[in-house]
């Protein structure tokens, strides 16, 4: 075999390295382990701050070795294979930048009936448009304006120099849509660094591009509160006078050295590091020469000056000490400073604050910690961010990038005030409490208009002056879309799916050795390389593992299965026809190659497609579907084959693989059913089937999840069954009949769905809906609510998970489905097109394809009718273009194999050649279906309420599409190559008998 080589030694680092990755995910949970035994005390119950007071304690500190290489548990943290929220419990929000807010403010709140009514308008044509915010409310400004020009409600003193009575309309749409970019970026950079605080482990924050919306998981949450107040408290900007030192010089060092006793390490002393400079301007070169190289790699709060942007003034003086520390003793330091006893020896007119942000030095993480001068009297800073009216990037004298600041006429005189009575000292920009920079005032300000200059990069500038005018808009963010999953929830899941992946793939492992006898051992080994390998690939990659995820491995499972069964089948079958073993198993792996790489490809275009425009969930199983069909093709057609020529070796035709048991030797092998004969019947069927179920669905309607319409759902755990019918009665009252109630998984656990106040977005209309649920469950079963899911005793309930999506998402997830099952069929077009050169295939496989998607939908309306419900949301759509991909693969493996008889046809007409290419890949068509069929099966079954929707669309498309394979796709093949057809029966007609 050429290349064998070449193989191992990939399959050698690819395993080395997933190893590699997949031992920080190992550390991690024994590392958990401990912090759960920590918590526990004597009858078992764990207190959670205190595990998480542990975890904290050594969130920084070295806590692996590998090969030399210390990990702190941070890192491994960051480096680990994670769970998503489904797995371990956790939070999921969206939350949403209100443009209403910017325009109004931009427009100085104006109280212009026209614009204010425009602006009513637009807001509510948002709620189920995708177009841009901006061109709704043009749209609507042309309807009333009459012809006005926005110019007269836009041009205002706060927009001198940017907006005025000769700018046209276009130019000010233009500064619109910039404003609510830059809002939507600033909050996006205000929540990430929230979100940095918030402690929990990797979570994850995106901007969802083309909206105006920005998503975020917080794994291992379990404060609801606490996560919407953080993530919607406004920003606050201030400024403040930063402390001199000197002035208290001794209490400091009395306070450092107690921090420094108390920050000891496994590897010595922390200790901060000190530089004195000196205060004078005129020694500032003196100051320099005398400042440590440790000091010049810190950030540029250290190395920027407040100037007028008119004359801005040379560089910074430093006249404090520099107070940094290590970011791993952080948590202590914080700690010891608020103790009472630290306190009493500092001065009351002095708080502390850190820098937003560490910098590197040495592989150390050092973060600067500030004193901020309080007035005794009052907690007022300086002043506010609100006077800010726009900052932007700019360069100073010396072409460096600096920060513009334009201040309103209020603030400008505020700023004269300050900048005079604060000369030489430096002045902190603060935003929820944490320092941004700390320039040094060079000279009075007297207009409003400043420059901060200082060591910069482009992009520090531009994040800076983002941050400024986080006070000059009101740019608020409201939660648009929210679940939470309770812990005892998040441990079930995750049970269901490893309890499904092991049955999974211990059902597979003994079909294939009971068919394939030593064969079979070869494509488990593949398998197992195939499911280790994806593992290891989302660590490397820091995905996180989720339910669909799971889903994904168990679905892979069986579809991994299909490559070494084609090549298996064609072994056979050239031993069939005579070849020796060596031979066959060359001809075997060549043969089947084409098909194989065709069904991945078109399997991977679905996935990438999931991934390019699905959301949540969805992308989640994408990646690891992509994964692993990548991992899949090479364990299949590449280890299977070194690891078959290494047990052929030196034995030639004599050597003992077999692949094929006495009990599979010759089933399925000289199959000659007419198939394509029946191809009207089969029309017939599946057009009725898919009439009756449509009707169905037009006349019961079908149901659609949260996902899709808009709502709050409530995952309810009880100690005991609770019947649904009487909980939905005693709900409906509650919330005006839009109530839904159904087991989830156990007649004790019940989801509750209400559209109710869908529209409200607010915290007061949440808490008023979930406050509705708990009463309304109350009243009706007698039973009192508690919060601790874990420890419920008997007449108590819990809810141990909680969704919104709003009316808005809801829309922007039906249009993201659409798309993506919209452009999974043109690639899948294409790719049939550019590899068989025939449209008529082309075709055909996309009339099996919306053929196979629409039997599903009729199946699910069906099933509801009988009373097996299941809803559609993101999961069903997941699952339907799964069903897609691997009806694609059905259909491929039968057109590649039409493709090579007709390409050795010899006298054979096309009609044949089309119904043995069936015949001839049956074996690997049921072989497959039922491996698969196998696997979903125990999805089914155990993979919860969660994946139940699921399973079920997987059960009716695996079904389907095979039957879709044979019966529709290559006999519309057949009916759309009529001409070419009734052409060589024509030719045959003319030939002498």
């Not at 001839?920 to 069929?933: D, K, P, Y």
Request: glycine fraction near 8%; charged fraction near 20%.
């Amino acid at each position: 075999m050429r290349n064998q080589g070449v193989i191992v030694f990939l399959t050698v680092i690819v395993t080395a390295l997933c190893l590699y990755y997949l031992s920080f995910t190992f550390v991690s949970s024994n590392i958990q382990q401990k912090a759960v035994e920590y918590a526990t005390d004597e009858v078992g119950n764990v207190d959670f701050n205190k595990k998480q007071a542990y975890l904290d304690s050594i969130y920084r500190e070295p806590v692996y070795n590998f090969l030399g290489a210390n990990f702190t548990y941070k890192e491994i943290k960051e480096t680990e294979l994670g769970l998503g929220l489904d797995l371990q419990g956790g939070m999921h929000v969206t939350l949403e930048v209100s443009p209403v807010e910017i325009v109004k403010g931009l427009a100085g709140n104006s109280k212009d009936p026209m614009f204010n009514a425009a602006l009513e308008e637009a807001t509510e044509a948002a709620k189920t448009s995708n177009q841009k915010f901006v061109d709704l409310f043009n749209n609507a400004w042309q309807a009333k304006s009459g012809g006005k020009k926005l110019n007269t409600v836009f041009a205002t003193a706060a927009n001198r120099g940017r907006i005025s009575l000769e700018s046209s309309d276009s130019d000010i749409l233009g500064i619109i849509d910039a404003e609510i970019e830059n809002a939507i970026e600033r909050s996006f950079n205000i929540l990430r660094t929230r979100v940095d605080r918030f402690g929990t482990s990797q979570p994850n924050i995106q901007r969802i591009q083309g909206t105006g919306r920005i998503q975020i998981e917080l794994p291992g949450v379990d404060n609801q509160e606490r996560v919407r107040n953080l993530l919607q408290g406004v920003a606050k900007l201030q400024f403040w006078e930063v402390a001199e030192i000197n002035d208290y010089l001794g209490e400091l060092e009395a306070v450092n050295s107690m921090l420094v006793a108390e920050t000891k390490t496994k590897k010595g002393e922390t200790t901060p590091v000190q530089e004195k400079t000196e205060e004078d301007s005129d020694d500032a070169e003196a100051a320099e020469d005398s400042t440590s190289d440790l000091e010049r790699q810190l950030s540029d709060n250290e190395d920027s000056d407040f100037s007028s942007e008119v004359s801005p003034i040379f560089a910074l003086t430093k006249a404090n000490y520099a107070l940094v520390y290590e970011m791993r003793d952080t948590v202590t330091i914080n700690r010891i400073l608020a103790r009472e006893d630290v306190k009493s020896l500092l001065p009351r007119d002095v708080k502390f604050l850190w820098a937003v942000k560490p910098t590197k030095s040495d592989n150390m993480e050092l973060l600067q910690l500030y004193g901020i001068r309080v007035p005794r009297n009052s907690d007022q800073a300086l002043m506010e961010g609100d006077v800010i009216t726009d900052a932007r990037q700019t360069l100073d004298q010396t072409s460096r990038p600096a920060v513009s600041m334009q201040m309103n006429a209020d603030g400008a005189r505020k700023w004269r005030k300050v900048t005079g009575e604060n000369i030489g000292k430096s002045i902190a920009v603060v935003l929820d409490d944490y320092v941004y920079t700390a320039p040094t005032v060079q000279g009075e300000i007297p207009s409003g208009q400043s420059e901060i200059t200082g060591n910069f990069s482009l992009e520090e500038a531009k994040d800076l002056a983002n941050i400024l005018k986080s006070g000059s808009l009101p740019a608020p963010t409201k939660i648009v879309e929210e679940a939470f999953v309770g812990p005892t929830l998040g441990k079930e899941a995750s049970n269901q799916g490893v309890i499904s992946m092991i049955a999974g793939l211990v059902l597979v492992v003994l079909f294939m050795v009971a068919y394939y006898s030593k064969g079979g051992f070869v494509a488990i080994a593949a398998l197992v390389f195939n499911v280790f390998f994806i593992l290891g690939i989302l660590a490397q990659l820091g995905a996180a593992l989720t339910l669909p995820g799971i889903a994904g491995i168990v679905l892979t499972i069986g579809m991994s299965i299909d490559a070494n069964v084609l090549i298996f089948e064609r072994i056979k079958e050239e031993l069939r026809n005579g070849s020796g073993l060596l031979a066959a198993i060359n001809e075997g792996y060549g043969k089947a190659f084409s098909a194989i790489l065709d069904s991945n490809v078109t399997t991977f275009l679905t996935g990438a497609i999931l991934y390019a425009l699905g959301q949540g969930p969805v992308k989640g199983f994408a990646i690891v579907l992509m994964i692993g069909i990548a991992s899949s093709f090479f364990s299949a057609v590449f280890i299977t084959r070194v690891i078959v020529y290494w047990m052929s070796k030196g034995k030639g035709d004599k050597a003992s693989i077999s692949f094929s048991s006495p009990l599979a030797k010759n089933v399925l092998s000289e199959l000659n059913i007419d198939f394509l004969s029946k191809r009207k019947i089969a029309y017939l069927f599946s057009t009725g089937f898919i009439i009756i179920g449509l009707a169905v669905a037009l006349i019961n309607g079908l149901k659609f999840g949260v996902d899709f319409t808009g709502g709050r759902s409530y995952i309810v755990e009880f100690t005991q069954p609770v019947a649904t019918s009487d909980l939905k009665v005693g709900l409906d009252g509650e919330f005006d009949g839009s109530v839904e109630v159904k087991t989830f998984g156990g007649n004790n656990i019940l989801k509750v769905t209400t559209s109710y106040l869908i529209n409200e977005d607010d915290d007061a209309s949440n808490a008023e809906v979930e406050t509705k649920v708990r009463e309304g469950i109350a009243t009706v079963t007698g039973l009192s609510y508690t919060r601790d899911a874990e420890n419920m005793s008997d007449g108590q309930f819990s809810i141990t998970g909680t969704s919104k999506v709003g009316a808005t998402v809801a829309d922007d997830i039906k249009t993201s489905s659409a798309e993506a099952m919209f452009f999974a069929l043109i690639a899948i077009f294409l790719y049939i097109l550019l590899r068989f050169r025939k449209w008529q295939f082309s075709l055909g496989s996309i009339i099996a394809l919306i053929h196979d998607v629409f039997f599903v939908i009729a199946a699910f309306a069906i099933a509801s009718a009988l009373g097996a419900t299941f809803e559609i949301d993101q999961v069903f759509i997941a699952a339907v273009l799964t069903v897609v991909g691997y009806s694609i693969n059905d259909t491929v493996i039968v057109f590649d194999r039409i493709r090579e008889n007709i390409e050795n046809r010899g006298t054979s007409k096309l009609v044949k050649m089309f119904n043995d290419a069936i015949n001839q890949t049956m074996a690997r068509t049921l072989i497959t279906s039922f491996t698969t069929l196998i696997v979903v099966l125990v999805l089914l079954i155990f993979g919860g309420e969660v994946l139940r929707g699921f399973s079920f669309a997987l059960l009716v498309g695996i079904i389907v599409g095979t039957y879709s394979s044979i019966y529709i796709a290559t006999p519309v093949v057949v009916d759309l190559m009529k001409r070419e057809i009734e052409s060589e029966n024509a030719e045959s007609a003319k030939k002498p008998a």
